[in-house]
């Protein structure tokens, strides 16, 4: 049965940073491409960053390129988002996916197979 966990979330203040985790368990997660996408109150998903399955490839909605960096350590079986110097509107429950075996990332949250709970990041300005 394939987990996903994401870790990390909290309440930090305009300008910090914070890292958040997705741990994979029941797949050898190396194989998937993964991507984070976030949810905020009265809004749509978006996706905020994706990775290919080496990690060689990545990529960032604008809103956070420059900011977020999205990395993986196979060997783990995880897959990180780090975010600096965040704003009140990266305020949003973050979520993890990944896509079925031996696909790329997606920017389309439709195309992934399986989905983490979910942590929250609230940013106070």
């Known amino acids: 049965q394939v987990q996903l966990v994401e870790s990390g979330g909290g309440l930090v203040q305009a300008g910090d940073s914070l890292r958040l985790s997705c741990a994979a368990s029941?797949?050898?997660?190396?194989?998937?491409?993964t991507g984070w996408f976030r949810q905020a109150p009265g809004k749509e998903r978006e996706f905020v960053a994706g990775?290919?399955?080496?990690?060689?490839?990545?990529d960032y909605a604008d809103s956070v390129k420059g900011r977020f960096i999205i990395s993986r350590d196979n060997a783990k079986n995880t897959v990180y988002l780090q975010m600096n110097s965040l704003k009140p509107e990266d305020t949003a429950v973050y979520y993890c996916?990944?896509?079925?075996?031996?696909?790329?990332?997606?920017?389309?949250?439709?195309?992934?197979?399986?989905w983490g709970q979910g942590t929250q990041v609230t940013v106070s300005s």
């Open positions: 990775i290919s399955r080496s990690g060689g490839s990545t």
């Open positions: 029941g797949v050898t997660f190396g194989w998937h491409g």
């Open positions: 996916a990944a896509r079925g075996p031996f696909t790329p990332f997606s920017y389309d949250g439709k195309e992934y197979n399986y």
